[in-house]
């Protein structure tokens, strides 16, 4: 009780009135003090910003998040653990947004390292990165963008057992995978654990977002019969463009945010298909 009192003393103690536009009141610490506090008292910058929001104070690396997720909401994401598996341009994308928002730990899966075809549309990629593992350098950025967030990875191309092993202590799967018998062995993985996955793919001006829970048939409705299936669809031939690609990867970031807060209302049993040629959008219920 010692060292958790230490911490909220701290706290109380460098924080400081905020006045928001609408007028209200709240209590903030910044990202300086965080850091000070966390190597003071020798405890993870995560438990000092759920000890501060804990007290009604909220980091103000967060406080755009305040008026749409609150402060029990911020404590949710902070507490959670999610495995992002893929780290391409979906992958990649989701993981930088995940890590802005303040998802407290983050497992990331991939086997691949980084190519010159990479940088038309995966925000990891850059020329520098070429030949890099992009598990190491999605850690590297996480750490550039969160330093509370505790991330590690998994240098692997994971088959359904492995998968089962890894995802074991999440809450939550996002499917940023390039091939549709990875998503089946994803979706059995987490199936067995009955933790929620995120489902996002992309084909050229075509993009589609898709929640699935414990219990719902999933990628079957949504691809068909898994034996007869080719191992990848028609983004072969039409590839993947960078703003199509970022569109899928941030609605599936709020698809996360949604699950892990208990917010709105998530795409299950739904496929929201949208194709940016020609502007429109379509909701399927399966």
Known sequence: MGRRRDIIGEIQKRSEDILPPDGSSIKSIGL??????SEIC??????VEIEALSHDIVPKRYLRNFGTIGIQGQIKLLKSLVAVVGIGGLG????????RLGVGGLV????????EDNLNRQELSTEGMVGRAKVEVAIEEVGRINGAVDVRGVKLRAGEGELTEILKETDLAVDALDNIPSRF??????????????????????????????GDKGYSVIYGDEDVLPER???TSLGNLSGVVGAVASIQSVE?????????EPLRGKQLFFDLESSTFEIFTH
Do not use: M
Not at 186 to 191: D, F, G, I, N, Y
Not at 258 to 263: A, Q, R, V
């Open 92 to 99: 990649g994308t989701v993981v930088r947004n995940l890590a």
């Open 108 to 115: 990331l899966v991939d086997g691949d390292t980084f190519s």
């Open 32 to 37: 300086r003090e965080s850091v000070n506090i």
């Open 185 to 214: 062995a994803l979706q059995r993985a987490a199936e067995t654990l009955k933790i929620p996955l995120v489902h996002g793919s992309v084909a050229g001006f075509l993009g589609q977002v898709s929640t699935i829970l414990p």
């Open 42 to 47: 020798e405890t993870p910058r995560r438990t």
């Open 256 to 264: 996360v945010l949604k699950i892990l807060t208990g917010l709105g």
């Open 233 to 235: 669809g028609v983004e």
